[in-house]
């Protein structure tokens, strides 16, 4: 390919460049789960033009890393998963991506730097016969899929939120830690109601870009809201006052909320969507965590006894206190 690349360099000379018409070149696309695999025709004048003296098959992909690309749904690019270049009558390159989320967009816009009315052919084939789309100047991607509809938007995104607090060990810990004296609905509804729409609030304003933390800021403060109210458990036995300490510490918790949705992604087009079915799916399992350790903590006071009672408490509290002051060691950014 180098040689193909050193003879039409010396045959076309530098007047290629300076007013050079590109041929259509071509796209024949495979979607395959969250792969999807790129076949392009390319001119080899083309490639002499928009290269220069570069001939090599690291020039020639890393230009297409430019021009040609794939995102999913949440508009996340997919990072390259794979490459080859072969020389001939056309230059062939096969490029495959691997999307985190269901591959949304086919963006490919080869030469337009050296005519801005190059076109580029996109074949998608399909079940239903061959699909295709021609992209130029005023259309530079093509839609691989349909966008999800609200059902599964809904559905993936509570789940996710279910699941998150379910697998967010410190998040789970928290709420241990901050529900161990509450007695009594109304202290108990006044903390999960703070905890809530504290973290609602910055969860929100995180995932819409309103306001961010880096996360290696946010994680350790997760970490040492633990230990606080771990540690508060030995110093009062009166939740009365838990409300504005679960609020206050909810929104740092809505930041590390915001850090794993972003970590999904929010869908074109359904942001509002997933970041309230997402939210939503979080308050459901946190009020299953609830509706599981009150009566637990309720029958096992009943049982025990006032004293038991009170020493499983502060054994409950010691445990969470040492995970605590170990997640917030573990996660300080120089740890």
């Given at each position: ?285 946190q009020i299953a965590i609830v509706l599981l350790t009150v009566p637990l903590l309720a029958a096992a006071e009943r049982r025990l006894g006032e ?22 060691v573990d996660r300080l950014p120089w740890a």
């Amino acid at each position: 390919m180098r040689l193909l690349f050193a003879l039409l360099l010396l045959v076309l000379g530098t007047a290629t460049a300076a007013a050079h018409v590109a041929s259509l070149s071509t796209s024949r696309v495979t979607v395959d789960g969250e792969t999807v695999r790129a076949e392009l025709s390319l001119n080899p004048a083309d490639l002499v033009a928009a290269l220069k003296d570069e001939a090599a098959l690291e020039a020639v992909l890393v230009y297409l890393d430019h021009r040609v690309g794939v995102s999913d749904f949440a508009g996340r690019a997919c990072p390259r998963a794979g490459g080859t270049v072969a020389d001939g009558l056309h230059v062939e390159a096969v490029l495959t991506w691997r999307c985190a989320g269901t591959p949304a967009l086919y963006r490919a816009t080869p030469f337009q730097d050296i005519d801005p009315s190059a076109r580029h052919l996109v074949v998608l084939p399909g079940p239903d016969g061959d699909r295709q789309a021609v992209l130029d100047s005023s259309r530079s991607a093509v839609p691989l899929a349909d966008p999800p509809g609200f059902a599964e938007v809904a559905g993936a995104y509570l789940l996710s939120g279910v699941e998150h607090i379910f697998l967010g060990y410190d998040h789970v810990a928290f709420l241990l830690a901050v529900i161990l004296w509450a007695r009594g609905v109304r202290a108990l509804l006044a903390i999960v109601t703070g905890f809530t729409l504290a973290h609602s609030v910055t969860l929100g304003l995180a995932a819409m870009d309103v306001v961010s933390l880096p996360s290696d800021v946010v994680e350790p403060l997760v970490a040492a809201s633990i230990v606080f109210v771990a540690a508060e458990n030995y110093l009062i036995r009166n939740a009365s006052h838990r409300w504005w300490v679960a609020t206050l510490f909810g929104l740092v918790h809505g930041f590390a909320f915001a850090g794993v949705l972003g970590e999904m992604g929010l869908p074109q087009g359904a942001k509002l969507t997933a970041l309230v079915f997402f939210n939503l799916g979080v308050e459901l399992g946190q009020i299953a965590i609830v509706l599981l350790t009150v009566p637990l903590l309720a029958a096992a006071e009943r049982r025990l006894g006032e004293p038991d009672a009170r020493r499983l408490v502060y054994g409950v509290s010691g445990v969470l206190l040492v995970l605590g002051l170990y997640w917030f060691v573990d996660r300080l950014p120089w740890a």
